[in-house]
Protein backbone atom coordinates (compact mmCIF):
# COMPACT_ATOMS: atom_id res chain seq x y z
CA UNK A 1 0.00 0.00 0.00
CA UNK A 2 0.93 3.43 -0.98
CA UNK A 3 -0.24 6.75 0.55
CA UNK A 4 0.06 10.04 -0.60
CA UNK A 5 -1.47 12.28 1.05
CA UNK A 6 -2.16 16.44 -1.16
CA UNK A 7 -1.66 19.46 1.00
CA UNK A 8 -1.42 22.95 0.49
CA UNK A 9 -0.58 25.80 2.86
CA UNK A 10 -3.36 28.03 1.24
CA UNK A 11 -6.99 27.59 0.00
CA UNK A 12 -8.01 27.81 -3.41
CA UNK A 13 -4.82 26.08 -4.97
CA UNK A 14 -7.04 23.22 -7.05
CA UNK A 15 -5.77 20.73 -4.14
CA UNK A 16 -9.12 18.49 -4.15
CA UNK A 17 -8.89 18.80 -8.13
CA UNK A 18 -5.99 17.57 -8.37
CA UNK A 19 -6.30 14.69 -5.75
CA UNK A 20 -9.44 13.51 -7.68
CA UNK A 21 -7.96 13.35 -11.24
CA UNK A 22 -4.92 11.63 -9.88
CA UNK A 23 -6.58 8.92 -8.61
CA UNK A 24 -8.99 8.60 -11.25
CA UNK A 25 -5.67 8.38 -13.41
CA UNK A 26 -3.93 5.56 -11.12
CA UNK A 27 -7.01 3.72 -11.25
CA UNK A 28 -7.21 3.78 -14.97
CA UNK A 29 -3.71 2.58 -14.81
CA UNK A 30 -5.01 -0.59 -12.99
CA UNK A 31 -4.20 0.25 -9.35
CA UNK A 32 -7.03 -0.28 -6.40
CA UNK A 33 -7.33 3.41 -5.44
CA UNK A 34 -8.73 4.79 -2.54
CA UNK A 35 -9.46 8.43 -1.44
CA UNK A 36 -9.96 10.10 2.06
CA UNK A 37 -11.57 13.33 2.12
CA UNK A 38 -10.08 14.71 5.27
CA UNK A 39 -10.83 18.01 4.45
CA UNK A 40 -14.58 19.45 6.27
CA UNK A 41 -16.08 21.18 3.14
CA UNK A 42 -16.56 17.48 2.36
CA UNK A 43 -16.07 18.54 -1.30
CA UNK A 44 -14.59 15.22 -2.89
CA UNK A 45 -17.66 13.76 -3.48
CA UNK A 46 -18.47 16.19 -6.17
CA UNK A 47 -15.63 15.51 -7.86
CA UNK A 48 -16.41 12.04 -8.10
CA UNK A 49 -20.01 11.89 -8.73
CA UNK A 50 -21.70 13.12 -6.07
CA UNK A 51 -23.42 10.18 -3.25
CA UNK A 52 -26.73 8.39 -4.08
CA UNK A 53 -26.04 7.43 -0.04
CA UNK A 54 -26.17 8.39 3.21
CA UNK A 55 -24.26 11.89 2.68
CA UNK A 56 -24.08 11.77 6.66
CA UNK A 57 -21.51 9.12 6.32
CA UNK A 58 -18.27 9.34 6.37
CA UNK A 59 -14.76 8.86 7.88
CA UNK A 60 -15.47 12.48 10.69
CA UNK A 61 -18.32 9.75 11.90
CA UNK A 62 -15.66 7.19 12.76
CA UNK A 63 -15.11 7.87 16.55
CA UNK A 64 -16.40 4.61 17.83
CA UNK A 65 -13.32 2.66 19.00
CA UNK A 66 -13.64 -0.39 16.40
CA UNK A 67 -15.45 1.32 13.98
CA UNK A 68 -13.80 0.41 10.49
CA UNK A 69 -12.38 3.06 7.54
CA UNK A 70 -13.85 1.15 4.54
CA UNK A 71 -17.67 1.39 6.40
CA UNK A 72 -17.56 4.97 5.01
CA UNK A 73 -16.27 4.08 1.94
CA UNK A 74 -17.93 4.68 -1.15
CA UNK A 75 -17.32 3.16 -5.00
CA UNK A 76 -17.26 6.35 -7.69
CA UNK A 77 -18.37 5.46 -11.20
CA UNK A 78 -14.64 6.82 -12.22
CA UNK A 79 -12.96 3.47 -10.78
CA UNK A 80 -12.14 5.03 -7.49
CA UNK A 81 -13.57 4.08 -4.17
CA UNK A 82 -13.49 6.92 -1.47
CA UNK A 83 -14.07 7.57 1.74
CA UNK A 84 -16.35 11.36 2.64
CA UNK A 85 -15.53 13.11 5.01
CA UNK A 86 -19.33 13.09 5.77
CA UNK A 87 -21.48 15.53 7.46
CA UNK A 88 -22.44 14.82 11.57
CA UNK A 89 -22.94 18.32 12.16
CA UNK A 90 -20.92 20.59 14.34
CA UNK A 91 -20.66 18.37 17.37
CA UNK A 92 -19.96 15.94 15.74
CA UNK A 93 -16.48 17.40 14.03
CA UNK A 94 -15.69 18.56 17.37
CA UNK A 95 -15.57 15.44 18.67
CA UNK A 96 -13.62 14.16 15.42
CA UNK A 97 -10.94 16.90 15.84
CA UNK A 98 -10.64 16.40 19.78
CA UNK A 99 -9.72 12.53 18.63
CA UNK A 100 -7.48 12.64 16.08
CA UNK A 101 -5.57 15.43 18.54
CA UNK A 102 -5.08 12.89 21.39
CA UNK A 103 -4.44 10.09 18.75
CA UNK A 104 -1.61 10.83 16.39
CA UNK A 105 -1.23 7.28 14.51
CA UNK A 106 -5.26 7.18 14.17
CA UNK A 107 -5.72 7.07 10.31
CA UNK A 108 -2.17 5.11 10.04
CA UNK A 109 -3.96 2.14 12.36
CA UNK A 110 -7.00 2.80 10.24
CA UNK A 111 -5.40 2.54 7.09
CA UNK A 112 -3.39 -0.51 8.18
CA UNK A 113 -6.76 -1.88 9.66
CA UNK A 114 -8.42 -1.84 5.99
CA UNK A 115 -5.81 -4.35 4.47
CA UNK A 116 -6.33 -2.78 1.53
CA UNK A 117 -4.03 -4.93 -1.38
CA UNK A 118 -0.38 -4.77 -1.60
CA UNK A 119 -0.25 -2.37 -4.59
CA UNK A 120 -3.01 -0.12 -3.51
CA UNK A 121 -2.47 3.69 -3.66
CA UNK A 122 -4.61 5.65 -0.82
CA UNK A 123 -4.85 9.48 -1.63
CA UNK A 124 -5.30 11.56 1.52
CA UNK A 125 -7.31 15.26 0.36
CA UNK A 126 -6.64 17.79 3.62
CA UNK A 127 -7.75 21.64 4.26
CA UNK A 128 -5.25 23.94 3.63
CA UNK A 129 -2.69 25.05 6.43
CA UNK A 130 -2.26 23.52 9.80
CA UNK A 131 -4.59 21.47 11.14
CA UNK A 132 -5.32 18.14 13.30
CA UNK A 133 -5.85 16.91 9.53
CA UNK A 134 -3.24 17.96 8.17
CA UNK A 135 -1.01 16.25 11.19
CA UNK A 136 -2.41 12.67 10.49
CA UNK A 137 -1.86 12.89 7.00
CA UNK A 138 1.59 13.54 6.95
CA UNK A 139 1.57 10.91 9.93
CA UNK A 140 0.22 8.14 7.55
CA UNK A 141 1.68 8.90 4.42
CA UNK A 142 4.73 7.57 2.41
CA UNK A 143 4.72 10.80 0.54
CA UNK A 144 3.50 14.18 0.20
CA UNK A 145 2.44 16.18 -2.73
CA UNK A 146 2.01 19.82 -2.13
CA UNK A 147 -0.24 22.12 -4.34
CA UNK A 148 0.60 25.62 -5.22
CA UNK A 149 -0.10 28.46 -7.96
CA UNK A 150 2.20 30.08 -9.82
CA UNK A 151 1.25 33.05 -8.05
CA UNK A 152 3.49 35.56 -5.60
CA UNK A 153 0.78 34.01 -2.54
CA UNK A 154 1.82 30.60 -3.09
CA UNK A 155 5.37 31.29 -3.26
CA UNK A 156 5.19 33.45 0.07
CA UNK A 157 3.59 29.91 1.62
CA UNK A 158 6.76 27.71 1.09
CA UNK A 159 8.39 28.34 4.27
CA UNK A 160 5.38 27.68 6.18
CA UNK A 161 4.71 24.65 4.13
CA UNK A 162 8.27 23.51 4.53
CA UNK A 163 8.43 24.06 8.43
CA UNK A 164 4.97 22.00 8.30
CA UNK A 165 6.69 18.78 6.92
CA UNK A 166 8.99 19.18 8.62
CA UNK A 167 7.44 19.41 12.10
CA UNK A 168 4.95 16.77 10.70
CA UNK A 169 6.69 14.92 8.73
CA UNK A 170 9.88 13.42 10.82
CA UNK A 171 9.63 9.58 11.39
CA UNK A 172 12.13 7.43 13.96
CA UNK A 173 12.58 5.69 10.57
CA UNK A 174 12.93 8.30 7.79
CA UNK A 175 11.56 11.35 6.75
CA UNK A 176 8.52 11.19 4.33
CA UNK A 177 9.29 12.74 1.04
CA UNK A 178 7.61 15.33 -0.79
CA UNK A 179 7.26 16.94 -3.87
CA UNK A 180 5.64 20.27 -5.03
CA UNK A 181 2.76 20.39 -8.24
CA UNK A 182 2.38 23.68 -9.56
CA UNK A 183 -1.51 24.18 -10.78
CA UNK A 184 -2.97 26.28 -13.13
CA UNK A 185 0.15 27.20 -15.08
CA UNK A 186 0.11 29.74 -17.63
CA UNK A 187 1.98 31.98 -20.09
CA UNK A 188 1.65 35.38 -18.51
CA UNK A 189 4.83 36.97 -17.29
CA UNK A 190 4.04 37.28 -13.65
CA UNK A 191 3.50 33.36 -13.71
CA UNK A 192 6.44 32.40 -15.05
CA UNK A 193 8.62 34.40 -13.27
CA UNK A 194 7.27 32.99 -10.17
CA UNK A 195 7.65 29.54 -11.44
CA UNK A 196 11.61 30.73 -12.03
CA UNK A 197 11.73 31.41 -7.97
CA UNK A 198 10.01 28.73 -7.23
CA UNK A 199 11.81 26.43 -9.28
CA UNK A 200 14.90 27.64 -7.83
CA UNK A 201 14.03 27.08 -4.38
CA UNK A 202 12.90 23.48 -4.61
CA UNK A 203 15.10 22.44 -7.12
CA UNK A 204 14.26 18.35 -7.55
CA UNK A 205 11.31 19.03 -5.54
CA UNK A 206 9.60 20.86 -7.74
CA UNK A 207 7.59 17.83 -10.41
CA UNK A 208 8.42 18.81 -13.97
CA UNK A 209 5.18 18.98 -15.40
CA UNK A 210 2.62 22.38 -15.14
CA UNK A 211 -1.28 21.55 -14.91
CA UNK A 212 -2.13 24.09 -17.46
CA UNK A 213 -4.71 26.61 -16.86
CA UNK A 214 -8.56 25.69 -18.51
CA UNK A 215 -12.14 26.32 -18.32
CA UNK A 216 -12.66 23.02 -18.72
CA UNK A 217 -11.28 22.20 -15.15
CA UNK A 218 -14.59 24.03 -14.17
CA UNK A 219 -16.63 22.58 -16.40
CA UNK A 220 -16.05 19.20 -15.09
CA UNK A 221 -16.93 19.97 -11.88
CA UNK A 222 -20.29 21.51 -12.71
CA UNK A 223 -21.13 17.94 -14.50
CA UNK A 224 -19.39 16.41 -11.20
CA UNK A 225 -16.84 14.40 -13.26
CA UNK A 226 -12.93 14.92 -13.26
CA UNK A 227 -11.48 16.15 -16.30
CA UNK A 228 -9.68 13.37 -16.89
CA UNK A 229 -13.04 11.84 -17.61
CA UNK A 230 -15.15 15.04 -19.12
CA UNK A 231 -12.41 15.82 -21.97
CA UNK A 232 -9.36 13.41 -21.78
CA UNK A 233 -7.17 15.22 -24.22
CA UNK A 234 -7.99 18.85 -22.44
CA UNK A 235 -4.40 20.44 -21.73
CA UNK A 236 -4.75 20.03 -17.76
CA UNK A 237 -6.09 16.04 -18.52
CA UNK A 238 -2.17 15.60 -20.10
CA UNK A 239 0.02 17.17 -17.92
CA UNK A 240 -1.96 15.68 -14.90
CA UNK A 241 -1.42 12.00 -16.70
CA UNK A 242 2.15 13.06 -17.47
CA UNK A 243 2.64 13.93 -13.47
CA UNK A 244 1.07 10.16 -12.74
CA UNK A 245 3.41 8.48 -14.69
CA UNK A 246 6.22 10.52 -13.01
CA UNK A 247 4.97 9.59 -9.87
CA UNK A 248 4.05 5.81 -10.30
CA UNK A 249 7.63 5.84 -11.71
CA UNK A 250 9.12 7.38 -8.93
CA UNK A 251 6.95 5.97 -6.09
CA UNK A 252 6.39 1.99 -7.54
CA UNK A 253 9.13 2.12 -10.18
CA UNK A 254 6.40 1.88 -13.04
CA UNK A 255 4.72 -1.32 -11.81
Known sequence: MLVIAIVSAKGGVGKTTITANLGVGMAQR?????????????????????????????VSLLTAARAKLMDACYTSPFGVNF??????????RIRFEDLLDRQEPWLRKKLQAAKLPANAIVLL??????????????HAADFLLVVVLADAASYSTLPEMEELISTYGHRTQADVGSAYIVNQGSQRQLAQDVLTLIADRLGERMVPFIVQESPQVEEALAYERPVLEYKPDN??????????????????GGR
Not at 33 to 49: R, S, Y
Not at 235 to 252: F, V, Y
Open 125 to 138: DTPPGPSVYLKQAI
Open 235 to 252: PASLSIQKIIDWLLTGLK
Open 83 to 92: VPFGNGGEKQ
Open 30 to 58: GFPVTIVDLDPQNAMQWHLGGLEQDESNG
